[in-house]
């Protein structure tokens, strides 16, 4: 019997390349998708570009409808937030992850760490709701008086990083389990105490991880749109403002506003191309964002 | 009295070094450090709580005085007394069953691509590499590709009498969003079966395909559902890019004894999306509604998460 032979007979064959050609365009159809949100993006924003004056994007506020589309006051209300939100999910994610990967046994990990997967799961709208009728009254209201306006990007920003701690808990905690034990036992063996081996030994070793999941968390805070839709002011913000207890604009809650804000998106003025041409910035940053915690990612996992 | 000798001196010199290494040390800085990153995640813990009872405790009104069915089934209204969920529930629904029938048999067809056919070619590290892009795109991005897409430029099928804010075009962006995280969950999933498995089938002469269909994904099969079921979990929360594709936020009327073509091409409001508009309503009576509608929300969360993670503690038992 040949090789040939024992491939089976052709209906058999023609199955199985059938098969092989659905998996493959399925798979191929997934960069479609891909390519779909990069066309889209790139060809409003391209028109968006080429008919606006380009000084009107150096402006007092982001009034899309009355042709003023300051993308200062968008950058920074975004980094404002984004900030507040690293502020918040940089120490108590990371601090959650050092506990429950070096001090944390089977159990107590076993019980604790669900509490960061329920937080995770919470949708993004329910933490508006969160910051907008509890961090700002009853959290911020007490600590600034009157000067805390009832939409402020502050309880935004702190809602932002509260979903954003079981993300960087989560990555950075499996770079600090990648750290080989013999590390620490190491460590041990030379004296160390249990804070010196984790702060001057495990920590270090896991330190491109760990600057990978603030990236990550990082991305995430950037892209984030309703708690800042609900909880900073969606319509009220517009005006640019460094005070972060008043009223903001995130690029993200820009575009939600600008959607809800009239059911004629497709207007005369170029309201409905600037949209684009916010989407368009916000997948170049965080699609950067996203590349250079995958490079640090693939380090730390090479390395071990 | 105690008499000295080389031998008891010894014995006390090592008793004292002994006593030096066990004896009970203050650590103060290890403690502090220790709780300080404890009080890390109790934080978490407690705003958790926090959360919730807040949430609870603000939808009592709504649970006494109205009741779960009549604030389920009682349509979207600008008045409180009245106001219900229902257009919303139900576009909640079909828009799950769109991510459940576009995303899931592509975003699975793709995994068993990339586990099972090709795993090292470059077709594969490409689609790879843009399956993790494309889970880090934010959600509102998403909703930009719904409306040029399918609001814009297929609005004429999508929905024409509603300029293609339709609930089709609600499924239609959501389905993409939810893709690349079933797709990361299936391929986990089968990357966790064992190759004997494989080598087993392919020794007594099963075709590749043969192999996955009747070896692989069988033994796949719980940890694929439980990640399709905590993907449609997230997808479910989204309301950004239902906002950009015209998810109502307000009220509306859906046309009486209509068909359901008619309903898929219509006007749609979903959970999420109603959660944004009632909370940013001025009127105190809302509070509670918003307070209820979450309750109902998170309860139907706890629901599909529940089911996945019960699938997957016996998974894990079998295996």
């Not at chain 1, 995130?250 to 959607?259: E, K, N, R």
């Not at chain 2, 889970?135 to 509603?162: D, N, Q, W």
Request: hydrophobic letters at 55%; proline letters at 4%; charged letters at 15%.
């Amino acid at each position: 019997m040949s090789l040939r032979g024992l491939e089976g007979d052709r209906r058999r064959q023609r199955r199985e390349i059938g098969w092989r050609l659905l998996f493959t365009s399925a798979a191929g159809g997934t960069i479609l998708v891909s390519a779909a949100i990069v066309v889209s993006l790139a060809g409003e924003a391209w028109t968006f570009l080429a008919n606006v004056d380009l000084s009107a994007l150096w402006d007092i506020g982001w009034f899309p409808r009355r042709g003023m589309y300051d993308i200062k006051t968008l950058v920074v209300g975004t980094l404002l937030v984004a900030g507040i939100a690293m502020i918040i999910a940089a120490p108590l994610g990371l601090g959650a992850a050092v506990y429950l990967s070096e001090y944390a046994d089977r159990r107590l990990r076993k019980t604790l760490k669900p509490i960061l997967e329920i937080l995770a799961g919470i949708p993004s709208v329910v933490l508006g709701y969160f910051a907008l009728t509890f961090i700002t009254p009853d959290l911020l209201k007490p600590i600034f008086g009157n000067e805390v306006a009832a939409f402020n990007m502050l309880a935004a920003g702190i809602g932002v990083g509260i979903l954003t701690i079981p993300l960087v808990a989560s990555i950075s905690e499996d770079a600090l389990r990648a750290v080989p034990t013999s590390l620490r036992e190491a460590s041990f063996g030379l004296g160390a105490s249990k804070l010196t081996t984790t702060v001057r030994v495990v920590i270090p070793a896991a330190v491109s991880g760990i600057v990978a999941s603030l990236i990550v968390g990082l991305s995430r805070a950037i892209g984030e749109t309703m708690v800042v839709a609900i909880a900073a002011g969606a319509t009220g913000g517009s005006l640019f403002s460094w005070n972060v207890l008043q009223p903001g604009q995130t690029m993200t809650a820009a575009m939600a506003a600008l959607a809800i804000g009239s059911d004629r998106v497709r207007g005369d003025d170029y309201a409905f191309q600037s949209l684009f041409f916010l989407g368009l910035l916000l997948f170049v940053a965080t699609l950067t964002l996203n590349v250079i915690s995958e490079r640090l990612v693939r380090r730390f996992r090479q390395r071990y | 009295m105690v008499t000295r000798s080389p031998a008891s001196d010894a014995r006390l010199g090592a008793e004292a070094v002994r006593r030096a290494l066990t004896a009970k040390r203050a650590d103060t800085r290890g403690l502090v450090f220790r709780l300080a990153l404890l009080t890390c995640l109790l934080v978490s813990l407690l705003v958790l709580v926090v959360l919730l009872a807040d949430t609870v405790l603000g939808s009592l009104s709504v649970w006494r005085t109205r009741g779960l069915a009549d604030f389920v089934r009682s349509p979207l209204s600008a008045d409180p007394a009245v106001a219900g969920i229902w257009q919303a529930f139900y576009g909640s629904a079909i828009l799950m069953a769109f991510v459940v029938a576009l995303a899931v048999p592509l975003g699975v067809a793709t995994a068993i691509y990339l586990e099972e056919y090709a795993s090292d070619s470059r077709l594969a590290q490409v689609i790879n590499a843009n399956i993790r892009n494309l889970a880090g795109v934010p959600s509102i991005v998403y909703g930009l590709l719904g409306l040029a897409l399918f609001v814009k430029a297929l609005g004429s099928v999508t929905g024409p009498e509603v300029f293609g804010r339709s609930l089709i075009s609600g499924g239609l962006t959501l389905a993409p969003l939810a893709l690349p995280v079933i797709v990361i969950a299936a391929a986990e999933a089968l990357r966790a079966v064992p190759d004997s498995i494989r080598e087993a089938a392919v020794g007594v002469g099963a075709t590749p395909w043969q192999t996955i269909r009747h070896h692989v994904l069988p033994v796949a099969a719980p940890g694929i559902l439980t990640g399709i079921i905590l993907s449609v979990g997230r997808a479910f929360g989204e309301a950004a890019p239902l906002l950009l594709v015209g998810g109502i936020t307000t009220f509306f009327q859906q046309a009486a004894g209509s068909g359901f073509l008619e309903v898929l091409q219509g006007r749609f409001s979903a959970l999420p999306v109603l959660v944004f508009s009632w909370s940013r309503l001025p009127q105190e009576e809302f509070r509670a509604l918003t307070a209820a509608l979450i309750v109902v929300m998170l309860v139907l969360l706890l629901a599909i998460n529940g089911t996945a993670i019960y699938l997957r503690q016996r998974y894990e038992k079998e295996l």
